[in-house]
C-alpha cells in the first residue's frame, strides 16, 4: 500500500517547505524506499511559464517539456531523479480539467462544486502520480501557507484523502516558524500555535511540527509546543538555519524524523545510507579553493530567480573541492558603464554567467560582459539569452555586422543573427508554447563540449522560441565562432565556443537544469575549472607583481 505524507507550511511563505519535503524524499530514498514528489500551487495559473520571476522565482523545466514550480528543481536535484509534468498540479490545472469534464458531460447533469468535483480532481492527481512513480511513499507539499483562501480546497482534499486511504496510510508533517524576537531576547512558539490551531479547525491534526528557527530551541520550548498544538515532544523537530540546504537532511535525520516517519506509517525498509551525502556536505563545508563568479542578468530583484543556476554553479563548486562566491551583477547596471567601468567591475571575477532571460531590458549591458570576456580571455558560460547574445556580440565586433541583433528585440535588423524558429511563426498564446523539455544534442569531438560530456550525443532541456540564424553560419565560423553541439533533427547550433580563449561556450538549452549535487553537470563542472585556473593565474601574476616592486625597492636601496 503506498503512503502519503503531506507537507503543508503556516506563519510566513518561503519557510523551505520544498526543502523540507525533498529531504524527506533524500532521507526516505536512502532506506531503500521508492519515493516520488507532488507540488500543489494554488494559483489559478495553469502553470508557471508565464509568471514573473519578480514574484513567482525561477520557471523549472521537466525533460517532458513542463513548466513548473522551481520547487520541482530541489525535489529532482535532492532525489536524483527525473520527474514529470503529473508532479506539479495548480488551481488553474484542477479547474481547466474539471471544467472539461463538465462540458463533455461526464459528469451527468451533476451541479459541479467545489465538494465534491474539484477535492475529487485533486485528489485524482495524488493517485495518480503514485501510480505512475510506483511509488512507496507519495510526499506531497501544499504550497502557500495556512489560512490562504486559494489553499482551501487543497487542504481539504488532503483532509478527505486521509478517509479514503486508511489513517494508518497518511501522514501531515506541519513547517511553521518560530521568531527570535531580539528585543526581549526569546523564540516565540504563539505565531506556530496559532497556525496550528488554523490547520485543526478545518480538520487537519499534524503528526510532526518541523519549526523553521535560527537559534536552537531549549526543551522547554519544544515542550511548550508539543502541548499546545497536541503532539508527542518527540515530534516537534528542529530544522535551524544551517550553512548549505543539503546539509537539512542530515539535521532532520539527527532530529529523528524518518524514525518518526517509518513508525507511523509502519514502513519495513532497513536503516539510512547516507554515507555519500555526508560526503557530499564535507566537501560543500570544507572546500580546498574558491572562486568568484560574476553573475550577470536582468531579474536581481528576486533570491530565486536564477536558484537552478545558483545551485548548479555549487554543483561545479562540490566537483572542484571549491567554494563558489556568486557576485550578482545587474545587466541594466553595466549598461551605463564604459570599456574601463566593465573591467573595474567584473575584473576581479574569475568567470562570467550570462543568465537566460526574454526582451530588451538589460541586453546591451549583456554585450558588455560578453565582450569585456572575449577580449579579456576571462571564462564565460552563456545560458540561453546568454548565448544568443554571445553570438549577437561577435557578429558585430568580430565578423563587422554593425547592427546585428535578435529579432526579438529588434524585427528590423539588418543582420538577425539571431531569429525565430520556423515553427514558433505565427504562435500567439504564451503558456507552454516554447520549444520545451529534452532534446539530443550531437557533440562535436576535439570541442571544449566534448572534453566535459566525453559523449558524442547528450540530451539537454530547453525553453526558448529563438535560435541561430543558420544563414550566418558561415560567416560566423568562417571568422573563428565554432558551432560544437547541433540538434541533429533540424541542425541548429545547441553549442557555441572560441577556439583559443581559456574557456567560452554558450549553449542554447539549459544545463543547469540536469545537475545534482552529487552528478555535477559537466559543463558547470569544467566551468568552475577553468575559472579555479583563472584564480590562480591572477593570483600568480599579482604575486609576481609583487615580487617585482619589491626587486625594484632593493635596487635603489644605497
Known amino acids: 500500500m503506498t503512503k502519503y505524507i503531506f507537507v503543508t507550511g503556516g506563519v510566513a511563505s518561503a519557510l523551505g517547505k520544498g526543502i523540507v519535503s525533498a529531504s524527506i524524499g533524500r532521507l526516505l530514498k536512502s532506506r531503500g524506499l521508492r ?33 513548473t514550480d522551481m520547487d520541482l528543481g530541489h525535489y529532482e536535484r535532492f532525489i536524483d531523479e527525473n520527474l514529470t509534468r503529473d508532479n506539479n498540479v495548480t488551481t488553474g490545472k484542477i479547474y481547466f480539467s474539471v471544467i472539461s ?64 486511504v486508511g489513517e494508518e496510510n497518511v501522514m501531515y508533517i506541519h513547517v511553521s516558524l518560530v521568531p527570535y524576537l531580539k528585543t526581549v531576547g526569546e523564540l516565540k512558539t504563539k505565531p506556530t500555535q496559532h497556525s496550528v490551531k488554523e490547520l485543526r479547525s478545518i480538520g487537519i491534526q499534524p503528526d510532526v511540527i518541523v519549526c523553521r528557527t535560527e537559534l536552537p530551541l531549549q526543551r522547554s520550548i519544544k515542550e511548550k509546543i508539543a502541548l ?109 558603464l564604459d570599456d574601463s567601468g566593465i573591467a573595474a567591475r567584473l575584473g576581479g571575477c574569475d568567470g562570467v554567467l550570462v543568465a537566460p532571460g526574454f526582451g530588451d531590458r538589460g541586453v546591451e549591458g549583456k554585450v558588455k560582459a560578453i565582450k569585456f ?49 520556423p515553427e514558433q511563426k505565427g504562435v500567439t498564446e504564451k ?57 541533429p533533427e533540424k541542425n541548429l547550433a545547441e553549442i557555441i565556443e572560441l577556439p583559443g580563449h581559456t574557456w567560452f561556450l554558450g549553449t542554447q538549452f539549459h544545463a543547469e537544469y540536469r545537475s545534482r549535487p552529487n552528478a555535477p553537470h559537466p559543463l558547470y563542472r569544467e566551468f568552475i575549472r577553468a575559472a579555479l585556473y583563472q584564480a590562480r593565474r591572477r593570483k600568480a601574476v599579482k604575486e609576481e607583481a609583487i615580487r617585482g616592486r619589491e626587486q625594484y625597492v632593493m635596487r635603489d636601496e644605497p
Open 431 to 487: 503558456g507552454g508554447t516554447m520549444r520545451l523539455g529534452s532534446f539530443p544534442c550531437r557533440i562535436e569531438p576535439g570541442s571544449l563540449a566534448f572534453q566535459a560530456y566525453q559523449e558524442e550525443v547528450v540530451f539537454e532541456r530547453h525553453r526558448h522560441r529563438y535560435e541561430v540564424n543558420n544563414a550566418y553560419l558561415p560567416l560566423l565560423t568562417s571568422k573563428g565562432l565554432r558551432v560544437s553541439g547541433v540538434y
Open 35 to 67: 519515493v516520488t514528489l507532488l507540488k500543489f500551487d494554488p494559483y489559478v495559473n495553469v502553470d508557471a511559464g508565464t509568471m514573473n520571476p519578480y514574484q513567482h522565482g525561477e520557471v523549472f523545466v521537466t525533460e517532458d517539456g513542463a513548466e
Open 228 to 336: 499546545f498544538c497536541d503532539v508527542p515532544l518527540e515530534a516537534v523537530i528542529q530544522a535551524i538555519d544551517v550553512e548549505t540546504i543539503y546539509e537539512v537532511p542530515l539535521i532532520l535525520e539527527e532530529e529523528g524524523l524518518t524514525d518518526i516517519i517509518v513508525r507511523r506509517l509502519g514502513i519495513s525498509c532497513g536503516e539510512p545510507r547516507l554515507e555519500e551525502w555526508r560526503e557530499l556536505v564535507n566537501r560543500i563545508k570544507n572546500p580546498h579553493h574558491e572562486v568568484t563568479i560574476a553573475l550577470v542578468g536582468k531579474y536581481m530583484g528576486g533570491g530565486d530567480t536564477y536558484v537552478s543556476i545558483v545551485e548548479a554553479l555549487h554543483h561545479g563548486g562540490i566537483a572542484n573541492r571549491t567554494k563558489v562566491k556568486i557576485l550578482k551583477v545587474d545587466s541594466e547596471d553595466l549598461e551605463r
Open 101 to 164: 469534464r463538465e462540458r463533455r458531460g461526464e459528469y451527468l447533469g451533476a451541479t459541479v462544486q467545489i465538494i465534491p468535483h474539484v477535492t475529487n480532481e485533486i485528489k485524482e492527481a495524488i493517485r495518480e502520480v503514485g501510480r505512475k512513480a510506483q511509488a512507496d511513499v507519495v510526499i506531497v507539499e501544499v504550497g502557500g501557507t495556512v489560512g490562504d483562501i486559494e489553499g482551501l480546497p487543497f487542504l481539504e482534499a488532503i483532509r478527505q484523502f486521509r478517509h479514503n
Open 373 to 421: 570576456c572575449r577580449e579579456h580571455d576571462v571564462p564565460f558560460f552563456g545560458v540561453c539569452y546568454g548565448m544568443q547574445w554571445a553570438v549577437v556580440e561577435f557578429a558585430r565586433n568580430v565578423c563587422g555586422l554593425h547592427g546585428a541583433n535578435t529579432t526579438e528585440v529588434d524585427p528590423h535588423t539588418p543582420y538577425p543573427v539571431i531569429d525565430l524558429l
